[in-house]
């Protein structure tokens, strides 16, 4: 479901709206991106909150990151292949490996540092399910 804010990423920002035929062209032609993952902002309204940062957050780190909004029809395929559970989710890559994720709505402050820190990082692996914090405790 796209909303006015989501919609204003790419109109107002110049995000572009990665699908399958785009998402490795953008990934690979630039050397540091953030990957804004949505989903549905009725049942995640911290979406739209991350969708007002994230223009602000990038004008910071010039030239240093590009942004884009994944599109709905490959959220899920992505999802698995960096292993987030929560929503929304900023994904770092470099070079089209993975650096790292934002999850939720922080504040200007710890979204300045989690930016920076991961932008340091070497690319690794995307961490594991931790599947307590996924199915809760007692899971068989």
């Not at 953030?34 to 957050?57: Q, T």
Request: glycine share 8%; with cysteine.
């Amino acid at each position: 479901m796209s909303t006015v804010l989501l919609e204003q990423l790419q109109t107002r920002h110049d995000l572009p709206l990665l699908d399958a035929d785009s998402y490795d062209l953008f990934v690979h032609g630039h050397r540091n991106v953030v990957l804004f993952f949505a989903n549905d902002p009725v049942m995640f309204p911290e979406s739209h909150d991350v969708a007002v940062i994230l223009p602000e957050l990038l004008k910071v780190f010039a030239g240093k990151l590009q942004g884009a909004v994944i599109a709905k029809s490959i959220e899920r395929e992505l999802q698995a292949r960096f292993r987030f559970t929560s929503w929304p989710s900023l994904v770092f890559l470099q070079g089209g490996e993975y650096l790292g994720v934002v999850t939720g709505i922080k504040d200007w402050a710890e979204y300045g540092q989690e930016f920076s820190r991961i932008l340091a990082a070497e690319p690794s692996q995307p961490p594991g399910f931790d599947l307590e914090k996924v199915c809760g405790a007692g899971h068989a």
